[in-house]
């Protein structure tokens, strides 16, 4: 059964740092991810990391903040967030796809989904 596990999640004051990780189970994945949901908007694209680790991309609005890593021996994905701002509260996703070289930006290119982690940033 493949699933996506999500943990730390919380809450943090602006400025400060969070670790989340994302633990797969079920399968090998070739891309990782993660999106966000802020409280009544949509979901966007936050990150990816291609199986390699070697290659990574990020949304525009957490470049040179978030870092993306994965440790394939733990099937594990991991989301470094720091410099956080309040305005990225959201419910933060850990994705996945079994195929394609190139990372996912969008909802469609990710068929597995965790069940999400709630990040909480206080002002």
């Known amino acids: 059964q493949v699933q996506l596990v999500e943990s730390g999640g919380g809450l943090v004051q602006a400025g400060g740092s969070l670790r989340l990780s994302c633990a797969a189970s079920?399968?090998?994945?070739?891309?990782m991810g993660w999106f966000r949901q802020p409280p009544g908007k949509e979901r966007e694209f936050v990150g990816g990391i291609a199986y390699n680790g070697a290659s990574t991309t990020y949304a525009d609005s957490v470049k040179g903040r978030f870092t993306i890593s994965r440790d394939n021996a733990k099937n594990t994905a991991y989301l470094q967030m720091n410099s956080l701002k309040p305005e990225e509260t959201a419910v933060y996703y850990c994705?996945?796809?079994?195929?394609?070289?190139?990372?996912?930006?969008?909802?469609?290119?990710?068929?597995?989904w965790g069940q999400g982690t709630k990040v909480t940033v206080s002002s």
């Open positions: 079920g399968r090998t994945f070739s891309n």
């Open positions: 994705v996945a796809t079994l195929r394609g070289r190139v990372i996912p930006t969008t909802t469609e290119g990710y068929q597995y």
